[in-house]
């Protein structure tokens, strides 16, 4: 059974840093990435990485944003610098196959979900 497990999320004042951490269990993928919603807006890709390392971002997060695995290819992270107002959210992790891409269609295993808030 495959299971997605996000933690890290919270609350900071702009300008503050977060770290996300997901670990995927019961497969391997060759795709993981990060998404966001916030409350009354559709979700949002933030950032992809795949199975070689490959990563792309959204242009919202890209300079502030990075996602890397971690020792094993089914843990990724998402760094979170200089967060702004705009970044709040709820942060899902997801999972597939390539090609990476951020459409959220691509991806059939999610997370449950970090919050993530950032206050002025």
């Known amino acids: 059974q495959v299971q997605l497990v996000e933690s890290g999320g919270g609350s900071v004042q702009s300008g503050g840093s977060l770290r996300l951490s997901c670990e995927a269990s019961g497969d391997d993928f060759t795709c993981m990435a990060w998404f966001r919603q916030a409350p009354g807006k559709s979700r949002e890709g933030v950032a992809a990485i795949d199975s070689d390392g490959s990563t792309a971002y959204s242009n919202s997060v890209k300079g502030r944003f990075t996602v890397s695995q971690g020792s094993t290819k089914n843990t990724v992270y998402l760094q979170m610098n200089n967060l702004k107002p705009d970044d709040t959210a709820m942060y899902y992790c997801?999972?597939?196959?390539?090609?990476?891409?951020?459409?959220?269609?691509?991806?059939?295993?999610w997370g449950q979900g970090t919050q993530v808030t950032v206050s002025p």
């Open positions: 997801a999972a597939g196959s390539l090609p990476c891409t951020m459409v959220s269609g691509q991806y059939p295993y």
